[in-house]
């Protein structure tokens, strides 16, 4: 894996991922070939809970990589920005809870990494928007369909539109951030986040993402259908009689996993 991308685990099942191509973590081509790597070993990481998504500097994601993109023919374009869709996507479609950790700047297809994200945790003196229609183009890593699904159609369109930069403040009443912390704070407060949730059966937290962006797509019927295939997949975990137990006995339960 390139040393830009890295990945650090603990015992817990929180995985990070850290962005490290300063100054703004500029999404070129190598950046995106090793988020795509990153993406791609995680998946495969059966022991991971939740995965938080972080800058090692002073900004989350700048964008597009714009002095590379310069250089690259029409020819170039059109192979590289599906590229960076697929990783951005790649994110997206882990199956276990991912955060967003923002500081700084996260803007075009930051912005883009950010929403690809379960969850969005923002400093206070963060920025976050959608540029693209400034640089006469769209979102092109999901954009226009995450934020749409996240903030709703009339809020997309308004930060797509006017490619605005927002303040925190403006994300979480926009509904594109779930919580806004004191900047020095921002870690500890994502840290705890992810901890309330590796906390939790590691089966079940899976399978509720799935029942819930898979049923999003469904009629209600359906949708309700699927969920209960989802539920029938915790009945027979040991983590299930782990957590009855727990209970009887007035402690904390401990999940494994199976």
């Known amino acids: 894996m390139a040393s830009c991308v890295r990945i650090e685990k603990d015992e817990t099942g929180i995985r990070t991922l850290i962005l490290d191509k300063p100054p703004v973590n500029a999404l070129g081509q190598e950046l995106v070939a090793a988020m795509q790597e990153a993406a791609d070993a995680l998946r495969r ?3 991971a809970r939740v995965l938080v998504v972080r800058s090692a500097g002073k900004h989350f994601c700048g ?3 714009l002095k590379e993109r310069q250089g690259m023919t029409e020819e170039q374009v059109r192979a590289f ?3 960076l869709a697929g990783a951005v996507r790649a994110i997206a479609e ?3 809870p991912t955060i967003a950790s923002v500081r700084g700047a996260a803007l075009g297809g930051g912005c883009e990494l950010a929403l690809a994200c379960d969850l969005r945790v923002l400093a206070q003196d963060a920025t976050i928007g959608l540029r693209e229609t400034a640089l006469a183009i769209l979102p ?3 954009g226009t369909q995450r934020l749409t699904r996240i903030a709703g159609m009339a809020r997309a369109k308004r930060w797509i539109f006017t490619a605005k930069v927002h303040t ?3 994300a979480l009443e926009d509904g594109v951030a779930d919580h806004v912390s004191l ?3 921002l ?3 994502t840290q705890a986040l992810a901890e309330s949730i590796a906390a939790n059966g590691p089966v079940a937290v899976r399978a509720a993402k799935r029942a819930i962006e898979r049923g999003i797509t469904m009629p209600m019927a359906e949708a309700l259908d699927y969920e209960w295939g989802c539920y029938t997949e915790t009945i027979g975990t040991e983590d299930r009689l782990e957590a009855l137990k727990a209970f009887a006995e007035k402690r904390k339960p401990s999940f494994r996993g199976r």
């Open 94 to 96: 882990l199956p276990f």
């Open 187 to 189: 870690d500890e407060d």
């Open 140 to 142: 092109g890593a999901g």
């Open 81 to 83: 920005v599906p590229r």
């Open 63 to 65: 964008g597009a990589d």
């Open 45 to 47: 990481d059966a022991e």
């Open 168 to 170: 925190a403040a403006e």
């Open 183 to 185: 900047p020095e704070r």
